[in-house]
Nanobody, 120 residues
């Protein structure tokens, strides 16, 4: 299997910053897209940001200008730098990776999530 593990969540005050990381490991031949999603209580899981293997990015409107997604292909790792955090950003943040396994079959893997709480 391909395992995905997030880290970096925590409690911050409004206006603060956090940097999330997500590392994929296991039977990986190639990772294509990696993305960050979040789910707040009573809300559907939404896409926050995605990044392709070649570095193209997309963000949901509410985080543009505040969040930056990046990746290190050599480490199979994706990052999410979150600045100017707002209480509305409070959610469980999940990482997703899709690609081709060592058995040359497509995969899509989710991490367990990391809690981000923005509160004064």
């Amino acid at each position: 299997q391909v395992h995905v593990v997030e880290s970096g969540g925590g409690l911050v005050q409004p206006g603060g910053s956090l940097r999330l990381s997500c590392a994929a490991s296991g039977s990986i031949f190639r990772i294509n897209d990696m993305g960050w999603y979040r789910q707040a209580p009573g809300k559907q899981r939404e896409l926050v940001a995605i990044i392709t293997r070649i570095g193209n990015t997309n963000y949901t409107t509410s985080v543009k200008g505040r969040f930056t997604i990046s990746r290190d292909n050599a480490k199979n790792t994706v990052y999410l730098q979150m600045n100017s955090l707002k209480p509305e950003d409070t959610a469980v943040y999940y990482c997703n990776a899709d690609g081709i396994s060592s058995w040359f079959r497509p995969f899509g893997s989710w991490g367990q999530g990391t809690q981000v709480t923005v509160s004064s």
